[in-house]
């Protein structure tokens, strides 16, 4: 009785990501891979440069991958819901099909700002999937567009949100940001050998732009954006996998360092109250050790699902300053998409 | 007629670079190397495991190392003065000694901010050396000791003091440091693969303390401290030479992006007036590209005396923001150094 | 009813290894945590700088470490047999000292080459336990000292074992070996960014020697080496865990590349056949990708258990040539240790 | 009076390399700069992602890229020879085109093993510049085409060449490659992070078949390969420049360690004793110490131009083993060709 899922953007990493996060997993079952028409037409694992470290599930190798369009999807399989691994540049269209008449929880950036979509972290904001009724209206769609946040986003949000309490006022942001964040081929080794890039396309907008959503409130038919000034400056670092960023806080509160502690221990969402087969038992963990959290030895916290934070001081400038770290491809992306449609199943929605 | 310079520390890698710059130096000549006792007696290239990427100069390939003591220096060779580029566990006691009767310009941090210690970096605060006087007079000394300051603060003040006409007030800083900040053997390989160390031991005490000391103002007898509050996160990441620094600032005044950059562009100080032959003729240099500085294409710009600045952007929280970029162990360390000596020379000092 | 295991040199990186991987195992409990005088006193989570990926087990967190001697292990708890991961300098009497009373597993150089002393690989020599019936006549033990073997080596022997039946006459092998393989701090970063060392201190010899004595024969009283000309180049290259082997092979018959294939595919050894829970199902994997075996991407086939090959060529000058590929501290180093223990229960020897 | 060139793919890390070289050549003087229709009409600043770390000399910086074709390369400039720096897979065609008119020395892989076309190491095979005579012959052109050999090859061979007089009958070779020899954008980060890539496509046909060419005998009208068996095992390691490589020969005689050493030391070529403006003092230079050459510390021995050889040692199948760096990008790549150029100059060619 599992939901069958299909993928969509099933060869890039993402996609893979979400191929290895689902096997096995209790309620969702892979029953379609939809790629570019390069990959057409190919089993998977001939269509795909497999870049996991765990091998490639035996479930996917010989499935026949599709062109990503609705009409080839549906005579691929049968197909309760779609995530959406597609590059953000070509996702927006190719969503607005599947929508039609599939859920579609995308990981994509192309539909995350406009004003009917969910943008969902489960811990943070489950509420806001209150939009889908608000978009199927507007569009007319059987289906509906939810999307994941940013993967640096993500593990900001969190933290935030564990924060809100204080009354959160304004947030610096200086990331360190993995290789993987770039996708495949993504960054050039001869670019990043002895070097940090202290740039990355579109992502100081997205982390400002897009916390202030998910912090944002939902009044009936819309968000209202948080009231909280963000600013960030994203590099990148010689590192595969986990983001790490150095935050600064302004609260309206004091709290004590001890409290901040408390509450990022406290911290539990709806994923944590319903558990969710992919809701790590602690979404933020507290790590007193003096140089943690470290990209190698805490990405893998929660199975890849916990934002880990340490190093939390008391800010002479802003309130309070911190390092947080997630995994940007799980917590960041596939597992986010996984979670959030968990959350969806247990609200009705898939 | 060159003036005659003993290292103290010659062996680690500060010490090398010392050599390595002050090869064929106008005004400069090694007379003496010292190192530990576990090297004293030996020949400066069985003593010392060479880690710069040029051949170590023949002319100290069979110098003789001596202990790092006074009367074993002076045995050893003449000597005007005396570079320290000991580590700052040891420094303190050593170089007091030495200041009895020379000059000691050191790099290490053990006397930075004792009250009547100059904390030079001749771009920025070269009046600051009048406190020499008032520490000759304090101590009895016929030499004196004049600190530069630590890498990762030396090119951030460099950056501030072209800001100061604007109004410095405060100042966040996020660093992505460079492996030989730590020395050798220095950070393990196994802790820095695939990985960033989000800690550095007293390095963001330095930032924030130092900065204020040097960008202070000189009263007659002692150094007023800026009135700046300073913020620093300090963070290794996996690259061998130059430190990449985010930085926040809030001004009292609202400059245009345009007056920050010619702020930057046309700062100079007494260096460049009196033609020291270490100066780099621009000490601040602005990149116009969306991606830079990094440290591998940045850090030798100005034969590595030069702070790269880029991303030159408004802030919504502070005023504005910006990276800056310098090759810690030249600008941070024996560079440094050997430009301050210069400017002593200039001013009847050594 | 687990037996009670001894780790002698628990803070190393080896010592830490076997920690984790006896994790729940069916046949082993640890019972005693050894290390040196510094650590001697403390729990073991104050005493080690944990350097493993996955957290520390909780069972040892709070063990309090003990200093390596016979009488204060002895003291602190009941013990079976002695896993020593005790560096090669140090080892040899401690070993000895041990041996007295207690069967000693060792992953450490000192004894390899006693021509009592078995070094065992249990895929490949098992019957050479049989040497320890003649060391405990000899010394007048209780108990005996068992080698495993060089991590670089097992990984090599256990490919020429599939040979062997082609009549393996020489072997040139030219490894790129991994930074675990040095241990903790280890190399330098300073030494390894951007760089490759071609040298590892008595590396070449290891793999030279010990290879033949594996390889070789035991008659009744002692091992007759195998009679096949070694030649190593051994160079330190900057990947995390998994030495990469290129190996060129002189054989007197001359199989197919199909045959040799085969012969690796089909190779199994004792703890194929007696299911010991440390042994991987297969002992040499074959891929078949052109770029493959890659330490990242296969060092962790088998639970880290297996040697990956790939690219098995002819050679024009030796016979076969290919890649082989194994986890350092895993089938090199902790791992082996484990599985040779399994083995001598199996044997009655423990 | 300088002669005038026109490169051929000048906006690749090959092309920028020849930029960055020719700076300030005695002898040659770029004229114009030719790319792929998606550069040509821009400026070169404009077209070229400049990936050296020195800054683009200013002399280029304003050229106008023009398309690399023969009558818009004559239109642009005056051009007395030509340096091709374009992909192998383009490389055939155009060279011939130009060929008809203008010489061109080329490090592209097309024409190399064609047996009118030399494969020219100024220092190993002088003579076969020969063959130029040939091939405009046979082909009827008023230029030509001369070819620099693969960059792995190149190092190899000069080794090779000063023990030819020992007789060299067999050579295995293992190479660990940079990344830059994979060009621009090349090999993803992702795939080399904390890793190996045991293979290079083409790569170990090249080194096997080309140094046979080279070492090759010129007879009137061809060039009659040696008669040497080599055995390559190609692999990229995580290194910015510098090829390193374990070689293993096996010779008629046996020389002493000594002597291959003399050879090695004493190993001059034509460029020498002419003195071009781009030889090396010493083509090879012998390092004694333990564990050289590395990549980082001895690429830039002789400006790039040096093979570093190390680690001579007596080997117990083939004859003699060692270990060989080269500057891929200098030695192996664009300072190959301009030293071609340069002997051609000298030998009435150009």
Redesign the interface.
């Known amino acids: 009785m599992k939901r069958e899922v299909a993928i969509l953007g099933a060869t890039g990493?993402v996609g893979q990501r979400f191929i290895e996060l689902l096997q096995g997993h209790p309620w969702f079952e892979i029953s379609v891979l939809a790629a570019s028409e390069r990959s057409a037409g190919k089993k998977y694992k001939e269509a795909c440069k497999w870049?996991m470290?765990?091998p490639m599930p035996e479930a996917v190798e010989d499935m026949t991958v599709v062109n990503t369009n609705l009409k080839e999807v549906k005579q691929a399989g049968n197909v309760d819901f779609v995530f959406s691994a597609l590059p953000g540049s070509i996702a927006g269209p190719i969503e607005e099909e599947f929508a039609v008449e599939y859920p579609v929880v995308s990981k994509a950036s192309a539909h995350r700002m406009k004003s009917d979509v969910p943008l969902i972290i489960p811990e943070v904001n489950p509420d806001h999937l209150q939009l889908i009724s608000v978009q199927k209206k507007n569009r007319g769609w059987n289906g509906f567009i939810s999307t994941d946040p940013n993967c640096s986003t993500i593990q900001l949000a969190i933290t935030l949100k564990a924060l809100m309490k204080f009354g959160v006022e304004?947030?610096?942001v200086?990331t360190?940001q993995a290789?993987?964040g770039a996708g495949?081929?993504?960054?050039?080794?001869?670019?990043?050998?002895?070097?940090?890039?202290?740039?990355i396309s579109g992502e100081e907008e997205k982390m400002e732009n897009e916390t202030r959503k998910i912090l944002g409130t939902f009044y009936g038919e819309e968000i209202q954006p948080a009231n909280i000034?963000?600013?960030a400056?994203c590099?990148r670092?010689?590192?595969?996998d986990g983001h790490?960023e150095?935050v600064?806080v302004?609260l309206e509160q004091k709290p004590t360092i001890e409290e901040v502690k408390e509450a990022f221990r406290n911290f539990v969402g709806e994923p944590q109250r319903l558990k969710l087969p992919t809701a790590p038992e602690r979404p933020i963990i507290v790590k007193e050790e003096?140089?943690?959290?470290?990209?190698?030895?805490d990405r893998?916290a929660g199975k890849g699902m916990s934002v880990v934070v340490?190093?939390i001081r008391e800010?002479?400038?802003?309130t309070v300053?911190y390092?947080c770290l997630g995994h940007n491809t799980i917590r960041g992306a596939a597992g986010a998409g996984i979670l959030s449609a968990e959350l969806m199943v247990k609200k009705g929605l898939l």
């Open positions: 990493t870049r470290e765990t304004n947030v610096i200086s360190m290789l993987s495949y081929p993504g960054v050039p080794s001869l670019d990043i050998i002895d070097n940090v890039v202290p740039y000034t963000i600013s400056s590099h670092v010689n590192v595969k790490l150095a600064y302004g003096i140089d943690r959290p470290q990209p190698r030895f893998d340490g190093r800010d002479p400038i802003m300053k390092l």
